[in-house]
């Protein structure tokens, strides 16, 4: 009975490995591979962003976040949809020429069809250089080499497009900030001009300064008439032309001094210590303004040359060539390990009989 079953044994083990041997060897379908390589590479190496980019957070991705993104896009439905649109990708793989266990179903949904397209398509990441390599399968030597030059073009588009929209979204904020502080300094220039037209004055502050000059020249002159006056009425009659004169000059004088003072000390239009405040208070805004522009357009400059150092792009280091065989499936691999594995289940279930029988006995 022993012998019977392990008689039994040996044909249900290597009957299915005969029946796989023959499909897998004659009459699995060829798979043909077409291999690529590439590289994520900065435009340029510099400093990164500082003062007011740095500020607001303006960072990049860096090369290994754009391959994880790139790796993200290759498998994605939406490359695929375009692949499927250039190359009809669905009715090559379900062609009736491949075999049946290795084609796509005619009416299999877009997550069958996306699932099947990631069994053909892989990426692998080498982290010694820094490759992302690529491989495609397709049942054509021809169709497989232009699936993979598509599947390039695309990624190299969709490498640009993200680096572009970054670029762009980081210098739409500082471009908006310069355009902001341009309009605070074309205003508080227009709000000076108005109070320079209105108050027809250029500089209260140096009118105002030469004001106090010719104030204190007029004293002078008064001092240096009063003195005259004294000097007449030491010797002279109250009547004499030397006293009238001179009493008529200090009384000039004085009017013009009265006058000067109430121009800069005075109250309306006329008061330049008013308008000396109210200018400088001006003046400050205008410098604040100022400031504030020529940071920001530094900060604009700094981040456009960030801008463009970030931008990277898809450098084809191993571009895509005609294979000429199939490299899969790979048949001594696959009929090898079900021969092992048949071997190890007919020793493990022998040894079961062995031990049953043991126990009869």
Excluded: C
Excluded at 190 to 196: A, K, R
Excluded at 212 to 229: F, G, K, P, V, W
Excluded at 259 to 269: C, E, I, T, Y
């Amino acid at each position: 009975m022993i012998k019977r079953i392990q008689q039994f044994l040996v044909v249900i083990i290597l009957l299915p490995v005969f029946a796989i041997s023959v499909y897998i060897g004659q009459m699995m379908t060829d798979r043909y591979a077409t291999e690529a390589s590439i590289m994520i590479k900065r435009h340029a190496q510099g400093p990164s962003v500082t003062g007011l980019g740095a500020a607001l957070g303006l960072g990049d991705l860096t090369a290994a976040e754009d391959e994880r993104l790139l790796l993200a896009y290759i498998h994605s439905p939406d490359l695929l949809q375009l692949l499927d649109d250039d190359l009809d990708l669905r009715g090559h793989y379900s062609q009736p020429s491949v075999d049946r266990y290795s084609r796509l179903a005619q009416d299999a949904s877009r997550e069958e069809f996306l699932k099947y397209y990631r069994n053909h398509v892989t990426v692998r990441q080498d982290g010694t250089t820094g490759l992302l390599n690529i491989e495609v399968q397709a049942y054509d030597p021809e169709l497989s080499r232009e699936l993979l030059k598509k599947l390039l073009e695309y990624s190299e588009a969709f490498v640009n497009e993200i680096n572009l929209n970054l670029a762009l979204q980081q210098l739409e904020f500082v471009r908006t900030e310069l355009l902001r502080a341009e309009d605070t300094l074309r205003r508080e220039k227009t709000v000076m001009l108005n109070f320079q037209n209105e108050n027809r004055v250029f500089s209260p502050q140096g009118q105002s300064q030469a004001l106090s000059t010719a104030i204190n020249s007029l004293e002078s002159d008064l001092i240096r008439e009063e003195t005259q006056l004294s000097q007449f009425e030491s010797y002279l009659n109250p009547d004499a032309p030397q006293i009238v004169s001179t009493r008529a000059r200090i009384q000039a004088l004085r009017t013009e001094i009265e006058r000067q003072k109430s121009r800069l000390v005075g109250s309306g239009n006329e008061n330049l210590n008013e308008l000396s405040a109210q200018y400088s208070n001006l003046e400050l805004n205008l410098e604040f303004a100022t400031n504030a522009y020529t940071t920001a357009l530094s900060a604009y400059e700094n981040a456009r040359a960030e801008a463009s150092r970030k931008l990277r792009n898809m450098v084809v280091v191993v571009s895509p060539q005609l294979a000429d065989e199939a490299k899969y499936p790979e048949r001594g691999y696959w009929i090898i390990t079900w021969l092992l594995g048949s071997l190890l289940v007919y020793g493990v279930l022998k040894l079961l009989l062995s031990i049953i029988r043991e126990h009869k006995d």
